[in-house]
């Protein structure tokens, strides 16, 4: 399934014009912009902590900027700082972000070599359930998740939240890519109510889409 059709696939189950959508690690922006473009009207927030992708991100979208709510932050289980370690690389692939993560390098510096990490920087974080309560967002669609190996802190951070969630979109590796990475049965083990709704295996890792069976 091309990435193309993963996200018509999750907008056909939402089967709402509006859907309250949360982009978590959203980078450049490209996975908002599809979402912009299969959505009448999303109701769109995004998370992104680093400078150089929300730079990006606010060049992609363009005049669409005013359609979605950027925030600068990490989503995590603590509020205040907390240290990202961003990625970076040489040749081609120069100024590579997309491996940029609140949790430290650990496989990943040996199965993908050619990534490199630079010094950990501090930036602000929020723990979602905190965040989704000053936003008065009672209730949530989708959430997009693309956190790098945090997907444990995400989690930690929003249970409240995750419980009034109807779908999840994470990554997931057993290869403890990022020190304390959850497998996905693991992840699958701190949230009881979801089940598996689609599975889109990679090579080693994978993407899934959880659905909550309680919303």
Same mark, same amino acid.
């Given at each position: !399934?091309?990435?193309?059709? /993963?996200?018509?696939?999750?907008?056909?189950?939402?089967?709402?014009?509006? +859907?309250?959508?949360?982009?978590?690690?959203?980078?450049?922006?490209?996975?908002?912009?599809? @979402?912009?473009?299969?959505?009448?009207?999303?109701?769109?927030?995004?998370? %992104?902590?680093?400078?150089?992708?929300?730079?990006? @991100?606010?060049?992609?979208?363009? +005049?669409?900027?005013?359609?979605?709510?950027?925030?600068?932050?990490?989503?995590?289980?603590? #509020?205040?700082?907390?240290?990202?370690? +961003?990625s970076? $690389? &040489?040749? &081609?692939?120069?100024?590579?972000?997309?491996?940029?993560?609140?949790?430290?390098?650990? #496989?990943?510096?040996?199965?993908?070599?050619?990534?490199? @990490?630079d010094?950990? /920087?501090? =930036?602000?974080?929020?723990r979602?359930?905190d965040?989704?309560?000053? $936003?008065?967002?009672?209730? =949530?669609?989708?959430?997009? !998740?693309? /956190?790098?190996?945090?997907?444990?802190? /995400?989690?930690?951070?929003? !249970?409240?939240?995750?419980?009034?969630?109807?779908?999840?979109?994470?990554?997931?590796?057993?290869? %403890?890519?990022? %020190?304390?990475?959850?497998?996905?049965?693991?992840?699958?083990?701190?949230?009881?109510?979801?089940?598996?709704?689609?599975?889109?295996?990679?090579? *080693?890792e994978?993407? *899934?889409?959880?659905? #909550?069976t309680?919303?």
């Amino acid at each position: !399934m091309s990435s193309v059709e /993963v996200h018509q696939h999750i907008v056909s189950l939402l089967q709402k014009p509006n +859907p309250v959508i949360l982009d978590i690690g959203c980078n450049d922006g490209t996975d908002t912009q599809k @979402f912009l473009e299969l959505c009448p009207q999303p109701e769109l927030y995004c998370f %992104e902590p680093d400078p150089r992708a929300i730079a990006r @991100f606010k060049k992609k979208l363009g +005049p669409s900027l005013n359609k979605v709510k950027l925030l600068e932050i990490a989503i995590s289980d603590r #509020n205040g700082t907390i240290d990202f370690h +961003p990625s970076n $690389a &040489d040749g &081609d692939a120069k100024d590579w972000d997309l491996s940029g993560s609140i949790r430290r390098p650990k #496989n990943h510096l040996t199965e993908y070599d050619w990534v490199r @990490f630079d010094r950990p /920087v501090s =930036v602000e974080t929020r723990r979602l359930d905190d965040w989704c309560s000053e $936003a008065k967002l009672d209730g =949530v669609d989708f959430i997009w !998740m693309d /956190v790098q190996g945090a997907e444990a802190d /995400v989690i930690a951070g929003g !249970m409240r939240t995750l419980s009034n969630t109807r779908f999840i979109y994470t990554e997931y590796s057993d290869r %403890e890519l990022y %020190e304390g990475q959850l497998s996905l049965q693991a992840i699958l083990s701190l949230l009881p109510s979801f089940e598996v709704a689609a599975h889109y295996p990679r090579a *080693v890792e994978g993407d *899934v889409l959880l659905r #909550n069976t309680r919303v």
